[in-house]
């Protein structure tokens, strides 16, 4: 059955909002039509388009958002390419970026489709997105456990951040593992930018650093895999006003998404996510359980 | 860590990977793929692009820069 315009413009808020948002988009994605019944299924080959238009509407957002940065970051890539030298901090984050994204992109290439193919059910997601809670309140108690060994005391939160390092201070190893929990994300429920930015926050980030890390990271993760799908877009039979307007919704949704959890990151913590993914998941098991 | 070994395998590598890359994107190569049957896999040609880039950058990070030559020695 095609996606209505109300499904689509849903579908493209929810993809928008939750994408970068650390309670995954793909677990709500797949949990959300099953609870309402919906007829059509996220692994449907015919869904594919969409999904790649509402993936490209996201990744268009974060370039808007961080145009400066990716301009200073593609100039500082050139030049530490060809000089064989890093010399300045963006330097620094486009060689990182380009270590995390390895590791995502080979993890992507060849175990994607198999796990996500595994992983399919409303059931597994709504698990994931528990265990999704887990391991965000997991990330903050050991976040606290080195701000105690730190013996960080500040009269603030955002003044307690700055005792933490910049996204341009990660170091490579840990660029690279963080790079390669992206390919947790692939399971349905567990979020791809709530596993960077603890993995962030692992490796000594501030948490708007961390933030700001997993979201430079996404961006040519999710363009990448947009953009190979694109021929997808052309096949017959696909309702393109509808898929747009999806897409249009998905990435203003994600830029305002960005911007509130840049401003929150400055003193937040990522625990309140942890207890909704907890709360959603148990809220959805019972649901499916009891068929409501 | 910088040699000139290192920095020519990382050459070699990033040319096989291209070479690998042209191989998915002509459906030659059919190993570990979604659909046996496509004439063309994109996805995988953008990986192996993506690994020879950084095979070339990182080669060229790896090569010995700045070496003083004993004959470029001030003579007394």
């Known amino acids: ?292 | 860590m910088k040699s000139t070994g290192l920095a020519i395998g990382l050459g070699v590598l990033g040319v096989v990977f291209l070479i690998v890359g042209v191989l998915y994107a002509f459906g030659v190569l059919q190993i570990a793929v979604s659909d046996p049957h496509a004439s063309h896999h994109y996805t995988h040609t953008v990986l192996f692009v993506v690994l020879a880039v950084a095979s070339f950058v990182a080669a060229n990070f790896a090569r010995p820069k700045g070496t003083v030559y004993v004959t470029d020695r001030p003579r007394r």
């Open chain 1, 1 to 292: 059955m095609p996606v209505t315009w109300a499904q689509a413009l849903f579908m493209g808020l929810l993809q928008g909002a939750t994408e970068l948002f650390p309670v995954s988009s793909l677990g709500h994605a797949v949990l959300i039509p099953s609870l309402l019944h919906w007829s059509f299924k996220q692994s449907d080959p015919s869904f594919l388009p969409f999904l790649v238009l509402l993936h490209l509407g996201t990744a268009t957002a974060l370039l808007v958002l961080y145009r400066q940065d990716w301009l200073a970051i593609i100039r500082g890539f050139f030049t530490a390419a060809f000089r064989g030298q890093i010399q300045t901090d963006t330097e620094r984050l486009a060689m990182l970026l380009l270590v995390g994204t390895i590791p995502a992109a080979i993890l992507g290439v060849y175990l994607q489709t198999r796990i996500k193919s595994l992983f399919a059910s409303p059931y597994e997601a709504a698990v994931f997105l528990v265990i999704n809670g887990g391991l965000m309140i997991g990330f903050e108690l050991l976040r606290r456990r080195a701000e105690l060994r730190a013996a960080v005391t500040a009269a603030s939160r955002a003044e307690q951040e700055e005792h933490f390092a910049q996204a341009e201070r990660i170091s490579f190893r840990a660029a690279a593992i963080v790079g390669a929990c992206q390919a947790l994300a692939f399971l349905p429920g567990i979020s791809r930018s709530g596993v960077t930015i603890g993995g962030g926050l692992l490796a000594g980030l501030r948490h708007q650093e961390a933030a700001r890390f997993s979201f430079l990271l996404a961006t040519p993760t999710i363009l990448g895999a947009g953009i190979v799908e694109v021929p997808q877009l052309f096949s017959s039979g696909v309702p393109v006003a509808e898929y747009l307007a999806g897409a249009v919704l998905s990435g203003v949704a994600a830029y305002a998404s960005a911007r509130f959890l840049l401003r929150y990151f400055r003193s937040g913590r990522l625990d309140p996510y942890g207890i909704y993914c907890i709360a959603a998941g148990l809220v959805s098991l019972a649901l499916l359980h009891f068929s409501l």
